[in-house]
């Protein structure tokens, strides 16, 4: 008998909340086709004064309640790169006084690539920034062009030089699935996003929204989303390649504020598609593993951490862990940290 451990796939990360800041479709220099910033947050329109007043009251208030663990600050949507600088100055400034106070642990944004400014992000890294996401959404030339994006790949790859340079922690946001991607343009996504080392990943398969530019494509046949099966045939080994490339994937597929889905006409849709794709990942990368050490499996030692995600969402990877020797029969779980293998 042989025995070999090794551990989840995962890279090991610091779990952190984030208290959120919304500002729809603020900064945006245009529309683009698939954005439904509103629908996607539940956020009505705010002007930016009103949105600080907010921070400002509801922060403090949140810590006088009881004692808390100190937050993330982040603000989401809209382009806060492309805001006013006095108010990205400001709204950065005052997160850093909560951090002082011992709110808040670290502040990042979000933002477009073609809206960033070398000496601006300096300042802000300065003033207390820490972390920029970069909604790239595709590094393909004819995705970006068919989703109105209006900037080109490189000057997506100049944006996030931009952001190392600066001292910042870099963020990706990749959308796969949107008009004119074809077979092979995502994985190449996650090839030039790997070669860019970012400190994180979020990726969000395109839905078609009520009320944007996609779904009047979709209403006339113009567009024709992923399915289910593709998103999970596509991301999971993509998952997998930046787990192996120590890359921390945040999130898979869009958070879901109250009443968004009603306003989702097409997409990939599932409550579960984060753990979907998680479970499916791991698969592949045991599948890898048990390929290096034969097919005569005597023993699988799961640690407990993962049970929930080894047989995938309802059990549906069972079937295809049979087809490599491995059943609940001959699996085990532990309270350690790695996996064990027992094989002949």
């Given amino acids: 008998m042989h025995t070999t451990f090794f551990k989840h796939p995962e890279p090991e990360h610091k779990k952190t909340r984030i208290w959120p800041v919304f500002m ?7 529309k683009c086709i698939y954005c439904s910033q509103d629908r996607q947050t539940g956020t009505g329109a705010k002007t930016l004064s009103e949105i600080y007043q907010d921070i400002e009251r509801e922060i403090p208030a949140f ?3 009881k004692k808390r663990d ?10 806060f790169t492309a805001l006013p600088f006095e108010w990205q100055q400001r709204f950065i400034s005052l997160a850093a006084e909560f951090k002082k106070q011992g709110y808040m642990t670290k502040v990042r944004c ?13 300042k802000l890294h300065e003033a207390g920034l820490d972390m920029v996401e970069l ?22 790859v100049n944006a996030c030089h931009v ?12 959308l796969p699935g949107l008009p004119g991607t074809k077979r092979g343009d995502f994985q190449r996504d996650i090839s030039r996003t790997i070669e860019l080392a970012p400190d994180a990943v979020r990726i969000y398969p395109c839905l078609t929204v009520k009320g944007t530019g996609l779904e009047k494509l979709y209403r006339v046949g113009k567009y024709t989303p992923w399915s289910l099966s593709r998103t999970e045939e596509e991301l999971s080994p993509a998952l997998l390649r930046l787990w192996q490339h120590k890359i921390h994937v945040i999130r898979i597929g869009v958070a879901h504020e109250e009443g968004f889905e009603e306003s989702i006409v097409a997409g990939p849709v599932h409550p579960a598609l ?27 030692i799961v640690p407990q951490q993962y049970s929930g995600e080894l047989w995938g969402h309802k059990a549906s990877l069972k079937p295809l862990y049979a087809k490599i020797g491995i059943l609940p029969a001959n699996t085990k779980y532990s309270a350690a940290s790695f996996f064990k293998l027992i094989y002949k």
């Fill in 24 to 30: 729809p479709f603020m900064g945006c220099p245009t």
């Fill in 63 to 65: 810590f006088k309640e």
């Fill in 70 to 79: 100190p937050l993330e600050l982040a603000f989401f949507g809209g382009t």
């Fill in 110 to 122: 979000s933002t477009r690539p073609d809206c960033i400014d070398a000496d601006q992000i300096v």
């Fill in 135 to 156: 909604g790239i959404q595709s590094f393909s030339a004819e995705v970006l062009r068919r989703s109105a994006r209006n900037y080109s790949p490189q000057t997506a």
């Fill in 163 to 174: 952001i190392r340079e600066s001292g910042l922690s870099l963020g990706i946001q990749l």
């Fill in 274 to 300: 984060g753990q979907k794709i998680r479970s499916k990942a791991l698969y592949l990368f045991l599948r890898s593993k048990l390929a290096m050490h034969g097919s005569n499996i005597k023993q699988l």
